[in-house]
């Protein structure tokens, strides 16, 4: 359980030092408990461990309760106290010496395909290989565990870390590929045309990338069980033989697949439900390796819906730990295996390794040779851990090279001062509909005090869907433009801008201040208009789209960039908007910027992942929102979501039905829209207004039909995912959306933001049929909570890191081994790695860290290729 007690302390220390204001984790202590609990209880080895997760969450499921300090001060001290008892029982325990028994793990959570991390570079220009799914319970936990190893491991003894008896695996680091690897896969013996065409199907043509294509799994004997011995309630794996297997129906008549497994200790069976298919898969005679929970039914041990496989003999007789590649059609598994074995031999040694010789030494990494040998063909748990703890370890160090290279560079040059007279701000304070919160109050004042310095900010705010951040930028551009800067303020899509547009304009004009709208469709008349009015600095603000920083946008001063939605400004978007900084005596001065995100992510992962990037928090609710309501329905219930719609229409209320992506091509998608449009408003609503939205709408209309929703002349929006960030109609009080499995958690939190901005109760429809297992877990967990920061958690664990931080969602490149969620403490490694990188070769031309150096570059051009 080491790894969820350091998470928890981690936390519990970062909120001692923070002074017990429940402040550590965005979403708060309580919340966070309730995630970790689930993650202590899997890591449990006994029932003390148990008894110290439920005693750990009963204490801080109420944290938020317990008045003062104090109490909280007691609380916290009380649970390390006891974290630090269980360490010492298991010091001395006899577990002590035992391995760490390797974990089943359920197959979602972490990111079990490894995929190059520098792809060769023959290939560089074409998009990188999907992660496989990984769809069985077979999967070992390959998680890092760096503080478990430090106490076992000899101090800085080179030898330890190098292979016992392969010397080619650590050779020095070679800077381009003198040996060959970008050769084709078929220069290797025993590879012909059909075997290299299969190959080709797994994105794998060079030697270098067949090296890098790493099991998608691992069976791990060593978890076998007899089924005598099988207890109830026990995960385990087994492998039998099927004696027989009957599909018979319910009273309900759902098919049932029931099959009897022996192993020659002992027979168990194992039911598929609604799968009448699988009968035929798994025929009596097969051997079959089977893994799942053990429950009981009428007094017999059974196994409910367990992952199973053909068992492929072979690697037995071989291996303990055997390695399971993606699956290929005519290349079978042994096959495979024998390949990768030559090829792993012969050529993993020999691919360079950019790491520093002295960092390596020091974090007391695998060579990377070793890592990728041991990755394939792991010799132990252990060493599987370790093999990817180094591929993790890259990845994040070119992550952190590159986010601190971003800030370094966006603060290489200086910027201007701006402030403005109390007087002048209490005004436009006093001007507001409302009063600002607290987190309001506070993020502008961090802004305040960033901008009225001479280094240019590079600020990050982050805050759930309708925290208010709108008002905090328009705060940030009203002392920029009171102090005679322009600002630019930069949104995702165009109806977004044009509502930005309409909201601040009312807040800024009153105050002198000049505003416009830059966008892909401003007419050609008017754009030279704007063109000249930001040239010679007439106009003070502009708001826009992507159109904004095109080379043709001419700022006399600009002195503030503000960018909203964080998750579509790509690398190239931050460089074009630095360029459009103001001169100063020859000198470039680069503007101020503030980037708005509405993805939350736990305070202390955003900390290390933007490294000392300026981080605000807009952790508080304005006050008076309800929670939200939320219900999942199956399609056949759609009729009562209709009348739903009917009553709140009928008091005035109104509602956004929101329609997936159905194919890749807008077009589709705007005809799936507008035919339900026909239907919705001719069958089902005909005394309703409808109105329509979709991306394919030349922009007026859309703009028509986004103010007439606004204005309360249509009482329903059907809509495509245009819809998503942003949005603002306070009246409207529903959200149905249509085939919800088919968007992401934070997707789906975004729509849900759409509504229960106003004074209304809200409600949220999920619309689904057949989902899948993880799209289930996704939509209950809507139904269970608004906490935008707790399904973030949630998100990250259902999908994994590589798609919720993945390059649409962040701009950051897409990580294919490391896990943010998981990998913290390599995180924080890699973060001071590269921190003490820049501060010796500050440009990294030091010939030692060339090839570092490329990889960056390389890393980094990947993400900027597809956003
Ligand atoms: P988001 O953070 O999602 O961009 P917005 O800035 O759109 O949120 O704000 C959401 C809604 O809350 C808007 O209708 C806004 O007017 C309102 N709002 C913002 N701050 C406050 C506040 N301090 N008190 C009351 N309402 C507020
Ligand atoms: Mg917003």
């Known amino acids: 359980m080491e790894r969820a007690l350091k998470r928890l302390e981690r936390v519990l220390e970062l909120e001692k030092q923070q002074g017990y204001l429940n402040k550590a984790v965005v979403g708060g202590i309580g919340q966070f408990v309730v995630y970790w609990v689930t993650q202590a209880q899997e890591e449990a080895e006994d029932e003390a461990d148990l008894a110290l997760a439920e005693q750990v969450s009963q204490v801080l499921m109420d944290y938020s309760r317990l008045s003062g300090g104090e109490a909280r001060a007691r609380a916290i001290d009380t649970l390390l106290a006891n974290i630090e008892r269980r360490r010492q029982r298991h010091a001395v325990g006899p577990q002590s010496s035992a391995p760490q028994a390797p974990v089943l793990q359920p197959p979602v959570p972490q990111p079990p395909v490894p995929q190059p991390l520098a792809p060769p570079p023959s290939r560089r220009d074409e998009p990188a290989p999907r992660p496989q799914p990984t769809p069985s319970t077979l999967q070992v936990e390959t998680e890092l565990d760096i503080e478990d190893e430090e106490d076992e491991e000899p101090a800085l003894e080179e030898e330890t870390w190098e292979p016992e008896s392969d010397e080619e695996l650590d050779q020095p680091p070679v800077a381009a590929d003198p040996v060959g690897l970008s050769r084709p896969i078929t220069s290797l013996k025993g590879v012909g045309p059909k075997i290299a065409e299969k190959l080709n199907k797994l994105d794998v043509t060079t030697i270098w990338e067949l090296l890098y294509l790493f099991p998608r799994r691992y069976d791990d004997y060593t978890l076998l069980k007899p089924i005598s011995k099988i207890r109830y309630g026990e995960q385990v794996t087994i492998i039998g033989t099927i004696w027989q297997t009957k599909v018979r129906r319910t009273r309900t008549n759902q098919p049932i697949t029931e099959c009897i497994v022996n192993d020659g200790t002992g027979s168990v069976q194992a039911t598929w439900f609604n799968q009448p298919w699988l009968a035929e898969q798994l025929p009596a005679g097969m051997q079959i390796v089977l893994s799942g929970k053990v429950e009981l039914y009428l007094g017999r041990m059974v196994f409910n819906s367990p992952e199973w496989e053909p068992l492929e003999m072979e690697p037995l007789r071989t291996r303990r730990i055997v390695p399971i590649y993606p699956l290929t059609e005519g290349l079978n598994a042994g096959k495979m295996r024998e390949l990768m074995q030559r090829t792993v031999k012969e050529w993993a040694g020999r691919v360079p390794d950019a790491l520093p010789d002295e960092i390596r030494k020091r974090r007391r990494l695998y060579s990377l040779g070793r890592a990728i040998q041991q990755l394939h063909f792991p010799d132990s748990q252990d060493a599987m851990r370790r093999a990817r703890q180094r591929l993790a370890y890259d990845e994040l160090l070119l992550l952190q090279l590159g986010v601190q290279r971003q800030r370094r560079d966006w603060q290489t040059h200086a910027g201007t001062p701006l402030s403005i007279e109390p007087e002048q701000f209490d005004a436009f304070l006093a001007a507001l509909p409302f009063q600002l919160t607290g987190a309001q109050q506070r993020v502008i004042d961090e802004i305040r005090a960033d901008l009225a310095a001479d280094r240019p900010m590079n600020r990050l705010l982050q805050g759930d869907v309708g925290s208010g951040k709108t008002v905090v930028a328009a705060a940030a551009m009203v002392t920029a433009a009171s102090s005679g800067a322009q600002v630019a303020l930069m949104a995702p899509t165009e109806i977004l801008a044009e509502q930005h547009y309409r909201g601040l304009r009312g807040l800024m004009e009153p105050l002198g201040l000049r505003v416009a709208l830059l966008t892909g469709s401003t007419a050609a008349a008017e754009r030279s208009a704007i063109y000249e009015g930001l040239a010679d600095g007439t106009i003070q603000i502009v708001i826009g789209t992507h159109a904004l920083?095109?080379?043709?946008?001419?700022?006399?001063?600009?002195?503030?960039?503000?960018?909203?939605?964080?998750?579509?400004?790509?690398?190239?978007?931050?460089?074009?908007?630095?360029?459009?900084?103001?001169?100063?005596?020859?000198?470039?001065?680069?503007?101020?910027?503030?980037?708005?995100?509405?993805?939350?992510?736990?305070?202390?992962?955003?900390?290390?992942?933007?490294?000392?990037?300026?981080?605000?928090?807009?952790?508080?609710?304005?006050?008076?929102?309800?929670?939200?309501?939320?219900?999942?329905?199956?399609?056949?219930?759609?009729?009562?979501?209709?009348?739903?719609?009917?009553?709140?229409?009928?008091?005035?209320?109104?509602?956004?039905?929101?329609?997936?992506?159905?194919?890749?091509?807008?077009?589709?998608?705007?005809?799936?829209?507008?035919?339900?449009?026909?239907?919705?408003?001719?069958?089902?609503?005909?005394?309703?207004?409808?109105?329509?939205?979709?991306?394919?709408?030349?922009?007026?209309?859309k703009e028509a039909a986004m103010r007439a929703f606004a204005g309360h002349e249509t009482d329903m929006l059907v809509a495509t995912s245009v819809i998503e960030v942003g949005v603002d109609v306070p009246n409207s009080t529903i959200i149905v959306i249509e085939a919800a499995d088919r968007f992401g958690l934070a997707q789906l939190h975004q729509f849900r933001g759409r509504v229960g901005r106003g004074e209304h109760q809200s409600y949220c429809i999920l619309i689904a049929e057949d989902v899948s297992a993880e799209a289930e877990q996704r939509l209950a967990a809507l139904e269970a909570t608004n906490d935008g920061f707790v399904l973030a958690e949630r998100d990250l664990e259902l999908r994994g890191p590589g798609e919720f931080f993945g390059r649409r969602q962040s701009g950051l490149p897409e990580l294919r081994m490391a896990s943010l969620l998981h990998d913290v403490e390599v995180l924080s490694m890699a973060q001071e790695d590269a921190a003490a990188l820049f501060a010796v070769d500050p440009n990294l031309e030091w010939p030692e860290h060339q090839a570092l150096h490329q990889q960056v570059r390389q890393f980094w051009e990947r993400a900027a290729d597809v956003s």
């Open 549 to 701: 920083i095109q080379p043709t946008v001419q700022f006399r001063r600009l002195g503030l960039a503000i960018v909203d939605e964080q998750h579509r400004f790509g690398v190239d978007q931050r460089a074009a908007l630095r360029e459009k900084g103001p001169s100063e005596n020859g000198d470039l001065l680069t503007p101020h910027l503030l980037v708005m995100s509405a993805t939350p992510i736990p305070r202390t992962l955003a900390l290390s992942l933007y490294g000392d990037l300026d981080l605000s928090i807009l952790d508080e609710l304005p006050p008076g929102r309800q929670e939200i309501k939320t219900r999942w329905l199956r399609a056949s219930e759609r009729e009562r979501a209709y009348n739903f719609i009917r009553r709140q229409t009928a008091e005035g209320r109104q509602a956004y039905l929101i329609y997936p992506l159905v194919e890749e091509s807008e077009m589709i998608d705007a005809r799936a829209a507008v035919e339900e449009f026909d239907r919705l408003s001719r069958e089902v609503f005909p005394d309703r207004r409808v109105g329509l939205i979709h991306g394919r709408l030349p922009s007026t209309e």
